[in-house]
């Protein structure tokens, strides 16, 4: 598995010693699928440039049960 980055194809050595981050957006519209999330995905986009490996943006509503158990999947 090789990732096409910013730089180029990366090593699976590489990938490894790249930093990580999760994207969670809180907001019931977007979590009743009312409203599109649009900060998720900016937030990710911005993660890569940096140079972070970024999982698909998540979208839970803003209830306490939901965002601690996104938080411990993350």
Do not use: H, N, Q
Request: a neutral charge.
């Amino acid at each position: 598995l090789r990732f096409a980055g910013r730089r180029g194809i990366r090593s699976p050595a590489e990938e490894a010693l790249m930093p990580r981050a999760m994207v969670i957006t809180v907001s019931d519209s977007s979590a009743r699928g009312e409203r599109e999330d649009i900060s998720g995905p900016e937030a990710c986009r911005l993660l890569r440039e940096a140079g972070f490996d970024v999982a698909t943006p998540r979208v839970v509503p803003d209830e306490r049960p939901a965002i601690t158990a996104a938080l411990r999947e993350a």
